[in-house]
C-alpha cells in the first residue's frame, strides 16, 4: 500500500506540478524577464519593477480574499459578543452567571483562535507565498553565477567598505526591500485614493 502511495505521488509530481511549474517559469522569463533584458534594462532597476508588480498582486490578493471585510467583521462580532458577556454581571444568581460567563468566554476563545488561524492563513496566501515563489525563480534566472558573470561579483549592489561587514545587496535583498517599500507606499496611498474617488463620485452624484 505504501509503495502504491509513494508511486501515485512521484507520477503526481514528475507528471503534473514538476511539468507545470517548468511552465509557468518559461512564461514568466518570456514576459517578465526577456523584454529587460533585451533592453538592457539594468538590473537592479529590472527588480525594482518585479518587486511593485509583487506588490501589486498582494493588494490584488488581498482584496481577492476579503482581509479587511473580514477583519471588521471579526471586530464587529467580537466587540458585540464581549458586550453581551459583560451584561451577564447583571444576573444575581452567583453559580448561573459563573456557568454562562464560561460557556461564552470558552466561545469567545473558539471564535478569537479561529479567526487568527484563517487570519494567518490568509497572510501566507497573500504576502508569504508569492515572495518565496518569486524569490526562488528570481535566484534561479540570476544566479549567483549569473551575477558574477554580468558584474564580477555576486552582488546587485556592490556597498562600499564599512565597518559593518555589509558587502552589498543580493537580488534577495533588492527586491525585498523594494517590495516592503512598495507595500508600505500601497498602505499609505490606498486611504487617500479612496477618499478622492469617493468625494468625486459625490460630486458627480450632486451634479
Same mark, same amino acid.
Given at each position: 500500500?505504501?509503495d ?8 503526481f509530481?514528475?507528471? @503534473?506540478v514538476?511539468p507545470?511549474? #517548468? *511552465?509557468?517559469? &518559461?512564461? =514568466?522569463?518570456?514576459f ?19 518587486? @511593485?508588480?509583487?506588490a501589486?498582486l #498582494? *493588494?490584488?490578493? &488581498?482584496? =481577492?480574499?476579503?482581509?479587511?471585510e ?8 467580537f466587540?458585540?459578543k464581549r458586550r453581551?458577556?459583560?451584561?451577564l454581571q447583571?444576573?444575581s444568581?452567583?453559580?448561573?452567571r459563573?456557568a =454562562?460567563?464560561k460557556?461564552t ?5 473558539d ?12 497572510y501566507v ?6 515572495v518565496?515563489?518569486i ?17 564580477g561579483t555576486?552582488?546587485?549592489y ?14 534577495t535583498?533588492?527586491f525585498?526591500?523594494v517590495?516592503?517599500v512598495?507595500?508600505?507606499a500601497?498602505?499609505y ?19
Open positions: 500500500m505504501l502504491m502511495v509513494n508511486t501515485l505521488a512521484d507520477s509530481c514528475y507528471g @503534473v514538476f507545470f511549474f #517548468s *511552465f509557468l517559469v &518559461r512564461i =514568466l522569463n518570456l517578465f524577464i526577456q523584454p529587460f533584458v533585451a533592453m538592457h534594462c539594468p538590473l537592479w532597476l529590472h527588480l525594482g519593477l518585479l518587486a @511593485v508588480l509583487a501589486i #498582494s *493588494f490584488y490578493l &488581498r482584496k =481577492l480574499l476579503k482581509a479587511e473580514k477583519a471588521k467583521k471579526f471586530n464587529e462580532v466587540t458585540e453581551r458577556q459583560k451584561n447583571l444576573i444568581e452567583k453559580y448561573s459563573a =454562562l460567563y460557556a468566554d470558552d466561545e469567545l476563545n471564535y478569537f483562535n479561529t479567526y487568527i488561524a484563517y487570519h494567518y492563513a490568509r496566501i497573500i504576502y508569504l507565498l508569492p518565496f515563489l524569490m526562488a525563480w528570481l535566484n534561479t534566472v540570476f544566479s549567483r553565477d549569473v551575477l558574477v558573470g554580468l558584474f555576486p552582488y546587485v556592490t556597498a562600499p567598505a564599512n565597518n559593518f561587514g555589509v558587502k552589498g545587496l543580493s537580488v535583498g533588492v525585498l526591500l517590495y516592503v512598495s507595500l508600505m500601497g498602505f496611498l490606498r486611504p487617500k485614493c479612496a477618499h478622492l474617488i469617493e468625494h468625486k463620485n459625490s460630486c458627480k452624484s450632486l451634479s
